[in-house]
């Protein structure tokens, strides 16, 4: 089951610009993670928030987690060429420790 | 992927056939977890392990099995592989579940099924 759905399913925006990627999820929460995975690659980590943190920052990502609202965004700032990827958003309910994956956003960056 | 190894990479074989595929780590993290990925559902876990010989199931495991008899060995086994399982299957490690640095994944394993 997925608890994650990623918006949009699709992006593309012209390099230099910001993207910014949203994620909804349905139950209680340990944290939330963000994830790329380049095309035919596995995943790469980028970044976790805990359900008690609201923003997070790591270089030119910026993470922000609304638990009244259930949901995440995912800021890319002056995005490049190589930010071209899928993202996903990921769940760790307070139930287990199982990640629950959402669908992804594809991001594509134009030059 | 640094610490992580899947093989092979690529498998075309055909329906009734058994399967294994294999996941290898160096960095002696207790979680192991198999997952596929198919368009449209994301990531769905099939198995996943918190020790040696120590295993379950996660959402997607009717016609799969595993092994863990070492702390860096992780098998995935189709028992008699079926079209339905053509997919992207990831391995993946972690320390504590869900915390800390998060998953750590694999390069994947393409597999067809004829």
């Known amino acids: 089951s997925q608890q994650g759905e990623e918006d949009p399913q699709a992006l593309s925006i012209q390099e230099g610009e910001n993207a910014t990627m949203n994620c909804s999820y349905k139950t209680s929460i340990n944290n939330l993670q963000w994830y790329r995975q380049n095309s035919g690659r596995g995943l790469v980590h980028l970044i976790l928030?805990?359900?008690n943190e609201r923003e997070k920052h790591s270089g030119r990502l910026r993470v922000t987690l609304d638990t009244s609202k259930k949901s995440s965004s995912l800021l890319i700032t002056a995005s490049r060429a190589a930010d071209t990827a899928s993202y996903f958003c990921a769940t760790v309910p307070d139930s287990n420790y199982q990640l629950i994956w959402g669908a992804g956003t594809k991001l594509i960056i134009k030059p | 992927d640094a610490g992580i190894t899947q093989s092979p990479r690529h498998k075309v074989t055909e329906t009734g056939t058994p399967v294994t595929l294999r996941c290898h780590q160096t960095?002696?993290?207790?979680?192991m977890y198999w997952y596929r990925q198919d368009p449209g559902h994301g990531l769905r876990l099939i198995h996943y392990s918190y020790g040696v010989k120590d295993t379950d199931k996660g959402e997607v495991s009717d016609g799969y099995s595993v092994s863990r008899s070492k702390t860096e060995d992780f098998l995935l086994t189709l028992e008699s592989a079926t079209s339905s399982q053509t997919s992207v299957y990831f391995c993946?490690?972690?320390?504590?579940?869900?915390?800390?640095?998060?998953?750590?994944f694999g390069s994947g394993t393409r597999l067809t099924v004829v």
């Open positions: 960095e002696n993290h207790r979680y």
């Open positions: 928030i805990r359900s």
């Open positions: 993946a490690i972690s320390e504590l579940p869900g915390q800390g640095t998060g998953y750590t």
